[in-house]
């Protein structure tokens, strides 16, 4: 059974950080592409970060680029979206996501197979 499970969502003002994690099962992790995405209501999926698990590459949107780390914790089979800056238009539903990968990752969420459920960060002015 795949599974991918979200935290650390939350709600902070403008110029502060969170931390996202994301529980994957062993599987996942080694073998895939796991990325993060994010829905603001009323708009569209927005692929927000990717790592590829064969050579570690990663793929930022350019909108995140220089405020957002993406990162593995290999022991706990994590994986971590640092989020700094924070500006009000990051606000939305946050998914981790992933997909059997050889190669290089996408971030165009029709790409992905196996989604958590989302974990909500707010950002303030």
């Known amino acids: 059974q795949v599974q991918l499970v979200e935290s650390g969502g939350g709600s902070v003002q403008a110029g502060g950080s969170l931390r996202l994690s994301c529980a994957a099962s062993?599987?996942?992790?080694?073998?895939?592409?796991m990325a993060w995405f994010r829905q603001a209501p009323g708009k569209e999926r927005e692929g927000v970060a990717a790592v590829y698990s064969g050579d570690g590459s990663i793929y930022y949107a350019d909108s995140v680029k220089g405020r957002f780390t993406i990162s593995r914790d290999i022991g706990k089979n994590s994986l971590i979206l640092q989020m700094d800056s924070l500006k009000p238009d990051d606000t939305a539903m946050y998914y981790c996501?992933?997909?059997?990968?050889?190669?290089?990752?996408?971030?165009?969420?029709?790409?992905?197979?196996?989604w958590g459920q989302g974990t909500q960060v707010t950002v303030s002015s």
């Open positions: 062993a599987y996942i992790y080694l073998t895939h592409c």
């Open positions: 996501a992933a997909r059997t990968a050889v190669g290089a990752c996408s971030l165009s969420s029709l790409w992905y197979t196996y």
